[in-house]
DNA sequence: GACATCGTTCTACACCTGTAGTAGCATAAA
DNA sequence: TTTATGCTACTACAGGTGTAGAACGATGTC
């Protein structure tokens, strides 16, 4: 199975994929934040240790490998935020909650908002 | 200002301190997990260099040293659950309290007790 | 056909982390 | 006083990451 506790610059660069899809070198590097201007050969780099990782898979198409990704956003969030909680909170996602109720992490808007997320899930989580 | 992004080593390393206030390097080393089992050279190679990046801070007695954490908990947490909210949630916590919630993060006694601190905390956050 | 381009791979380097051995100094023990 | 111990600092090394230049092959252009 591919890592899925990715660094900041990794996550901007599989995002493009995300969102893309799948694309070039080139096109990630374009559609990169435009705070990380980073070279052709940079992005290139990163994407072959990511297909080392197992994180993306490429084909080639004509001269050049177009890129796709092998996790979701949904499972690498899933993986950090496992991880993250395992680390920091025992393991225990509701203290993370928790932590963002009484730090004001969460604003009064948000408290709405999850409060409206609990409603909605009354019945039960999956 | 010190760092606030530790790695798990680091981490344990640090919780021995928090939990003890103060700590030779032999009594961290101690301390650990059992699962760690560091040469004293290694605990006290992390405790340099967390020193050297203001986590911790050392006095002398006699001819050992004796660190003392100059971060809590509670600013740890703070800083790495909002690093990861920005990386991975846009920045909004809200973001990931749903996440958690919808995605069997938490367990229904969890869902539980994030509805009782909801409750409690009804007021509006700090 | 010669030259400029594009795209890839290799190589490189600095810096961080995990991990620990060795050396050196001070102190306690014999 | 010689020796063993305890503790620190220095050195080292492998592996990951961010970053990119150089080399090389293919292709498009005059």
Do not use: C
Request: aromatic letters at 4%; charged letters at 30%.
């Amino acid at each position: 199975m591919p890592r899925t506790q990715l660094t900041d610059l990794q996550l901007d660069i599989v995002r493009v994929l995300w969102s893309e899809g799948e694309a070039t070198v080139a096109e990630v590097r374009d559609q990169l934040p435009a705070s990380r201007d980073l070279a052709t050969t940079t992005v290139a780099t990163v994407l072959s240790r990511l297909e080392k990782q197992n994180v993306v898979t490429r084909r080639l198409d004509g001269r050049q490998y177009v890129y796709r990704p092998t996790v979701t956003e949904h499972q690498v969030r899933r993986s950090m935020v496992a991880d993250l909680v395992g680390s920091l909170f025992e393991g225990d996602p509701a203290a993370l909650v928790s932590h963002l109720v009484s730090d004001a992490e969460l604003e009064d808007g948000d408290l709405e908002r999850v409060r409206a997320l609990l409603q909605t899930d009354e019945g039960g989580a999956a």
